[in-house]
């Protein structure tokens, strides 16, 4: 669906993207990354609203650089900040917009009613756009990025802002084109939780690079062992014994008290754990395999871990 | 039993226009949404009474043998151009200082943009919002006062005779509405309050016109005209009339500035214009 050939995107002389190639397989990827990480300059040198200093583009089988309008054509977008047709009612702003995608005047304000009361706008559609709370407004956004029934969904940080229901309610939307309508779509988050219910695959930004990709089930099985462990010193402390394990290769993060989240390379698994324990004469009071989570794989990528 | 319909998102079939148009949209749009406001309507409804007044002294010039002194020159022409300038001051500043500033306020560019539309195009589209609106207030009385003229007379005497009329006013029309409706736009995208834009676009006027004032207050010179945006475009459309004028300043170098202000105007629209805004 999409792809980078080493892009580079520079804002004078800040680079923010640095030599990026990466693929965006059909159905929903998220764009995972903090904030600064490169995504929404992606999506908009995606859009062609940017051009890179180096590297090539392609969205739909078009390249960015030579057919930006067909791509557009075939591409919603829903930009990060707060964003709308001013002065226009929500279903006047939604024709309007299906309108500017080619769609036929009648045409597109019959989509702009089907697609307000998808997003959950029904009831309010004929309100002004400017008087809507933070979580229609992005709804709002989301209509304006369907009306001309893209292919491909550009989804900047579609939370922001939202309450937990509406959060939930967006997600659901997002899962539901995603899965069920037949609309691949990239999500831009910083929220993991966002980019885990919706998505099948990740790509995780950080300082203008891609840190790592794949299936989100696949990024979440390490090459290794992930345990929650507890110990007993004879002096009470553990940071000699932490700095043992990390010595073998082990990483080794706390976790709530005194349990530590150990990550064991390769396929030594406990039987290297408790090798060390004993040659540091150290007792394992809890020791517990434990399931890595996208926070693990995110944190792992962008080197927090 | 009644069928039950599905609210849920369906897939589009229909047919989808060739990008290229997407600036009658804004433009249809545009106008539609001021033709909606009363005041706006009042206000054109305002700027077409100085033809009636010409249209009442061209019936008279016509039909009364007394009024006969007020029979229609080339002059009265272009006379009635320049009065209307004030209003279109006043539509300029009404319809098109929030062209631009009131989609910077409402972020609304990257949606413009991200549809199948060039920056050209959107600009295209707001530029004709507000040039045909001040064509409707320039170009269309004048024209229609000219087929007054002829269905008053009787006759095609007067046309006849004055053959560059209608040109002329074509001409100078679209000159004027270029240079207001560019320079307009420009200003528009320099800010997200339509206020200000309307503010700087008076004071571009005003502060030109008042320097020019200033300086021929104490050199009695009026080769200084070149100086205010007004004269410019009076001293031009004196050229275009082919009638004298009061400023000594040479025609060419008049619309040589004007061209220079379109063309600055369109430098500010390309960098302003942008899906997304660098702060570098």
């Not at chain 1, 995504?39 to 908009?44: F, G, I």
């Not at chain 1, 540091?280 to 693990?296: F, I, K």
């Not at chain 2, 009695?220 to 410019?232: E, G, I, M, Y």
Request: charged share 15%.
């Amino acid at each position: 669906m999409v792809s980078l050939d080493r892009v580079t995107v520079a804002y004078g002389a800040q680079t923010a993207l640095r030599d990026v190639s990466v693929t965006f397989a059909a159905g929903a990827v998220g764009l995972l990354g903090p904030n600064g990480a490169g995504k929404s300059t992606m999506l908009k040198a995606l859009l062609g609203f940017i051009v890179p200093a180096s590297g090539r583009m392609q969205v739909l089988g078009r390249d960015v650089a030579v057919s930006p309008l067909d791509i557009r054509a075939r591409v919603g977008y829903m930009p990060e900040s707060d964003a709308h047709i001013p002065g226009m009612n929500a279903v006047s702003c939604v024709a309007y917009c299906g309108a500017l995608a080619g769609l036929p005047r009648a045409d597109a304000m019959q989509r702009a009613h089907e697609v307000l009361f998808y997003v959950g706008l029904g009831e309010a559609r004929y309100r002004h756009v400017e008087t809507f709370s933070t979580g229609m407004k992005q709804r709002v956004k989301l209509a304006q990025a369907l009306v001309h029934d893209p292919d491909l969904l550009f989804l900047d940080e579609p939370t922001n802002g939202m309450d937990p229901k509406g959060r939930d309610e967006m997600l659901e939307l997002v899962r539901d084109l995603a899965h069920d309508k037949g609309v691949s779509l990239i999500l831009s988050s910083h929220l993991l939780p966002d980019v885990e219910h919706t998505c099948d695959r990740v790509v995780v930004m950080d300082k203008g690079r891609v840190a790592a990709q794949g299936g989100v089930e696949a990024l979440k099985q390490p090459h290794g062992q992930l345990y929650e462990l507890r110990v007993k010193t004879p002096s009470g402390a553990t940071a000699f014994f932490v700095d043992r394990l990390r010595g073998a290769g082990i990483e080794c993060h706390e976790a709530d008290q005194d349990v530590m989240r150990v990550f064991v390379p390769g396929d030594g698994g406990a039987r290297q754990l408790f090798a060390l324990a004993a040659a540091a004469g150290v007792q394992v009071r809890h020791l517990r395999p434990s399931v890595p989570t996208l926070e693990d794989v995110f944190a792992t990528a962008v080197g927090e871990r | 039993m009644s069928p039950i319909h599905n609210q849920g998102y369906r897939r589009y079939v229909g047919e989808r226009a060739a990008s290229g148009r997407a600036w009658m949209v804004i433009a249809s749009s545009g106008l539609r949404s001021l033709f909606g406001r009363r005041v706006f309507l009042g206000l054109l409804l305002v700027s077409w009474f100085p033809f009636f007044v010409r249209a009442v002294q061209i019936y008279a010039a016509a039909n009364v043998p007394q009024a006969s002194f007020l029979a229609p020159t080339p002059a009265m022409f272009r006379q009635f151009l320049g009065q209307q300038d004030v209003f279109v001051f006043f539509v300029a500043v009404y319809a098109g200082a929030g062209l631009i500033a009131n989609d910077r306020r409402a972020n609304a560019l990257p949606i413009y943009l991200s549809k199948p539309l060039t920056r050209a195009e959107y600009v295209l589209g707001k530029l004709v919002i507000l040039a045909a609106l001040l064509l409707g207030i320039t170009w269309l009385p004048a024209i229609v006062l000219l087929a007054v003229q002829i269905a008053f007379a009787g006759n095609l005497t007067f046309f006849r005779e004055n053959l560059f009329l209608w040109p002329a006013i074509t001409l100078f029309s679209l000159v004027e509405v270029l240079v207001v409706s560019a320079s307009m736009l420009a200003l528009s995208s320099l800010s997200n309050s339509s206020r200000f834009v309307g503010i700087l676009y008076a004071g571009l006027l005003f502060f030109t016109s008042a320097v020019y004032g200033v300086i021929f207050a104490t050199t009695r010179n009026t080769r200084f005209s070149v100086l205010s945006f007004q004269a410019n475009l009076e001293r031009l459309g004196d050229a275009i009339f082919r009638q004298p004028s009061k400023y000594a300043s040479p025609w060419p170098l008049s619309l040589l500035i004007l061209v220079a202000l379109v063309a600055a105007s369109t430098w500010v629209l390309e960098r302003r214009i942008r899906g997304v805004e660098v702060v570098a």
